[in-house]
């Protein structure tokens, strides 16, 4: 048995992808959900653990348990494979280093660094600085060791030189963004005189890193971040997701908020569910990364973004994605971020989460947030800024009731107010960001299949579900025989089956079967003739009688 089938044989299909979307029965040893590769509302996905195989009937994907993961996490067919392998317990065959993929190298060369920046913090003589500052921070040495924190020294080539008596290349050290190259020659260390946050991906790898600086009067930018790589794009990272998913999944929320310290203090008092945006607006990517294991948002914005355009166009798209979404606000004792809540009183911390407000409260009172409620310059710019949200209401009664609200708190009649609202524009029309996921190339293009395909499909799913009614099938299709299945169809029509005949009677089943094959019988036939009739006239056209009679011949036997 090699690699790939011990690793199947010991993990289950069900169990690895309930780890990415919730799933519901859906019959024998079935299990349905909406699909994780293209939006859609009525569950398309479905998981089969007799097979040990998934479709979606929504893209037309499925596969085994190895394409899935290679799909989901955007993995090669190896990469995919070592995931899988660490969650079974299975040892791969050893590789060529030089040979492995450039990606798993630079994470190699990152891996490096954060274990260099750790032990920097933990022993260098230079570091007291950084120690001092953790210490005042409140972290203790358990969380250092766990977030892999460290510290970046002052010279221009501490990381450098470190690296390359480990057989990393100057190459390597740019590429993973921890040097730059020097106009003399030779590079320098990116990361100088910081704390060093290890920044991780979904699976624990170290794909990059950020830098606080820890001279308050320097020069230099308070954050320097590593670049977008090869193996780091910002937009894709959640800080804090690969210690934090498990708890997600198990609260059903996601907790987001802005800084890496914020996310540091939460863990260390067991606050487990928090990741940080890193200052970004959430984007489609992280927002992807967490439908994986809830839709629950509950985020703490910091108060100087609160309003700025960024954030709301996040809010939008986090939206139109279907999460459901509450926004956490600190009461006044609990200080400026998270970081100083869970410091001051971890209970204020979590009561707050608990306390979160939905979107459209909290988007309520930040329309009124710097305006002056009194005048009508105000009026209108708080109106301006809500009636929008409005519009993204469903419910008539839900909309009348916050349109009463806002109309009641600016002092103006409600036909007013209504008035204002049809002519206010829909907020999908004037914000730009995009409001679904673009469709697949596979499902943008993928072709229609004819009836005869479908009536083909459904007696094969039959026949899947029930062998015995074999000869059924046969004494109704008469001299017309069934297509060959592959491997990956018979896979697909297994699940095809679960969905559409689980729950039929044998009887319900031996009449659909019949209906079926009768039906492609006739249309079979029907093809026939037509085909048979156009060479007739071809050959009238040709005067081949012989021809002609012949065909005629074949024709009759067919309709007589």
Not at 130 to 159: C, N, S
Not at 323 to 328: M, P, S, W
Not at 400 to 411: C, P
Not at 450 to 461: C, F, K, P
Request: glycine letters at 6%; aromatic letters at 6%; a negative charge.
């Amino acid at each position: 048995m090699d690699a790939a089938e011990d690793i199947k044989s010991r993990l289950d299909v069900a169990d690895i992808v309930s780890e990415y979307v919730p799933l519901k029965p859906a019959g024998s040893g079935s299990f349905r959900a909406c699909c994780p590769f293209h939006q859609e509302k009525t569950p398309s996905f479905y998981v089969n653990r007799p097979r040990q195989s998934w479709h979606c009937f929504g893209c037309d994907q499925g596969g085994d348990i190895i394409s899935f993961i290679e799909k989901m996490e955007g993995m090669e067919f190896r990469e995919a494979l070592e995931l899988l392998a660490q969650k079974a317990g299975v040892e791969l065959p050893q590789f060529d280093t030089k040979k492995s993929s450039e990606k798993k190298r630079l994470q190699e060369v990152n891996d490096l660094a954060a274990k260099f920046f750790h032990a920097q913090l933990t022993s260098s003589p230079d570091a007291q600085i950084a120690r001092a500052y953790v210490q005042k921070r409140g972290l203790d040495d358990l969380t250092t060791d766990v977030w892999r924190i460290g510290y970046a020294p002052e010279g221009w080539r501490g990381l450098s030189d470190a690296l390359k008596a480990k057989d990393v290349t100057e190459e390597e050290l740019v590429k993973a963004g921890l040097a730059l190259k020097s106009d003399r020659g030779g590079v320098y260390d990116r990361f100088r005189g910081r704390l060093m946050f290890t920044i991780c991906d979904v699976h624990g790898n170290v794909v990059g890193f950020t830098g606080r600086i820890l001279v308050q009067d320097s020069q230099e930018g308070k954050y320097v971040n590593t670049p977008e790589t090869l193996i780091y794009k910002k937009s894709n990272v959640l800080y804090g997701l690969h210690a934090a998913k498990g708890e997600i999944k198990r609260q059903d929320l996601a907790v987001i908020v802005e800084g890496n310290m914020d996310v540091v203090s939460s863990h260390q008092f067991n606050i487990n569910n928090v990741v940080a945006s890193s200052g970004t607006a959430l984007t489609q990517e992280q927002l992807a990364l967490l439908k994986r294991f809830s839709t629950n948002l509950a985020i703490a914005f910091d108060a100087d973004a609160a309003g700025n355009a960024a954030t709301v166009r996040g809010l939008d798209l986090a939206r139109n994605l279907d999460f459901n979404i509450r926004i956490i606000v600190l009461p006044p004792e609990a200080g400026k971020d998270p970081d100083d809540a869970v410091r001051k009183n971890p209970e204020l911390w979590k009561q707050a989460i608990k306390d979160a407000l939905p979107v459209v409260e909290w988007l309520y009172r930040n329309a009124f947030r710097g305006q002056d409620a009194s005048s009508p310059e105000g009026k209108k710019k708080i109106a301006a800024a809500f009636l929008p949200e409005l519009l993204r209401i469903s419910n008539a009664v839900e909309r009348d009731a916050w349109l009463k609200r806002l109309a009641n708190d600016l002092g103006v009649s409600d036909e007013a107010m209504r008035e204002a609202l049809r002519a206010t524009r829909s907020p999908f029309a004037t914000r730009s960001t995009p409001t679904v996921a673009p469709k697949p190339p596979s499902e943008a293009t993928k072709p229609s299949k004819s009836r005869d395909d479908e009536l083909i499909e459904r007696i094969q799913a039959i026949l899947i579900l029930k062998p015995d009614l074999l000869p059924l099938a046969q004494a109704s299709l008469g001299e017309y025989d069934l297509p060959d299945t592959t491997e990956n169809l018979l896979n697909y029509l297994a699940v095809f089956a679960d969905r559409e005949f689980q729950d039929q009677s044998l009887e319900a089943l031996k009449a659909e079967l019949e209906a079926n094959c009768r039906t492609l019988r006739e249309s079979r036939l029907a093809r026939r003739m037509a085909d048979l009739e156009q060479q007739m006239r071809d050959a009238e056209r040709i005067g081949d009688t012989a021809l002609i009679n012949e065909l005629l011949t074949q024709f009759q036997s067919l309709n007589p």
